[in-house]
């Protein structure tokens, strides 16, 4: 017993001397150890903390909850869940409380975003259904009047003019009203198309395949700041980074996504972080954004390690907040991570 409290202290004499000298004189570690020590450090890194309190009352997700849109502008969260009999969209306030729920010509929700301008109020939902509105793409107001249909209702196809989809899964609309599309979560398609704000096809990949601008599943599409678009190819194990005017393919990640691909990507709103969820895994990951101009390899800051079997389907990011939403299919909830330094406005932090 002696021997083995003396090895204990010894190990933790031998990582303050580590700590000392990286601290001091860290170029001069030998490499091996010098990457071990910036190993050890990284893992400790804590960016988010679970928001116990939201939402005030979880017994609302009474289905599988498989989508979360935020409108930072008005301070909403839109929550889309599947099931019978049940509301298919919940709004809740980014404070947890619960404002009210629409069932209206939903059928399978499969993704959402919330697309908020001053002037208009506005929740996107792409449909995965068999029914009547199923294999669809429709823009609802807030209170979940439907506003506009694109694709062929309740047909599923490959087909551009008219436009038809196979289980489309996400999308992302700017304010500008571009609309880029990530449609075939497991169906007849694999493309990336993107539409202007009267619904034409500006540019598309669409195709099948692991080269560069092809697909296996693409489930998640953001933009960041400077302009490019990043798609989620979850059956390749990457992320593709795509010009925005363009449509050029500029690189890929596939380094950090061994174990399962990303299904879903978002970024921070200083644009410093990319947020992955790995649906098998029940896993986060922050990583460290690329700088313009250059793609470069995938570097994780920090995990975010769920519980087994809660399956963290999509997820959004508040513009505002920096706050994360994941929702779960395997939980049926949605939680909320909160930024250990806060956001104040858009992209500045504060220490808190």
Not at 139 to 146: I, P, R, T, V
Not at 166 to 177: K, R, S
Request: with cysteine.
């Amino acid at each position: 017993m002696t021997r083995f409290w003396v090895c204990i202290a010894g190990a933790g004499f031998f990582l303050a001397l580590l700590v000392l000298h990286s601290r001091f004189c860290a170029s001069r570690l030998p490499p091996h150890l010098h990457l071990a020590f910036k190993v050890f450090w990284r893992a400790e890194e804590i960016l988010y903390r679970l928001d116990v309190d939201w939402p005030k009352y979880s017994e609302y997700f009474t289905g599988a909850t498989f989508c979360v849109g935020v409108d930072s502008l008005n301070g909403l969260v839109y929550v889309a869940q599947r099931g019978d009999n049940i509301p298919k969209v919940l709004v809740f306030t980014e404070d947890g409380y619960f404002l009210r729920a629409w069932n209206y010509t939903v059928d399978t929700p499969h993704g959402i975003f919330a697309a908020s301008t001053p002037q208009e109020k506005s929740v996107w939902i792409t449909d995965v259904g068999s029914g009547f509105y199923g294999h669809t793409i429709k823009k609802y107001n807030s209170f979940g009047d439907l506003v506009q249909v694109l694709g062929t209702p309740g047909k599923k196809g490959t087909g551009l003019n008219p436009l038809q989809f196979d289980n489309p899964a996400e999308l992302h609309v700017e304010d500008t009203g571009d609309i880029y599309i990530v449609d075939g979560d497991g169906g007849l398609n694999n493309r990336l198309i993107k539409l202007s704000q009267d619904f034409m096809i500006l540019w598309l990949h669409g195709e099948n395949g692991t080269g560069p601008a092809k697909f296996n599943i693409p489930h998640s599409v953001t933009v960041d700041s400077t302009g490019r678009v990043w798609v989620a190819d979850r059956g390749n194990k990457r992320l593709q980074v795509f010009d925005k005017d363009t449509g050029d393919w500029l690189g890929e990640w596939n380094n950090c996504f061994s174990e399962e691909g990303p299904s879903a990507v978002r970024f921070t709103p200083d644009g410093k972080y990319v947020v992955v969820a790995q649906l098998n895994l029940s896993r986060l990951l922050i990583l460290a954004a690329p700088p313009v101009g250059n793609i470069d390899h995938c570097s994780v800051v920090s995990t975010i390690q769920l519980a087994d079997q809660v399956s963290p389907h999509l997820l959004e990011v508040s513009r505002e907040t920096g706050a994360i939403y994941v929702a779960e299919i395997g939980a049926k909830q949605v939680q909320k991570y909160i930024p250990v330094n806060s956001f104040s406005g858009r992209g500045h932090l504060t220490r808190v």
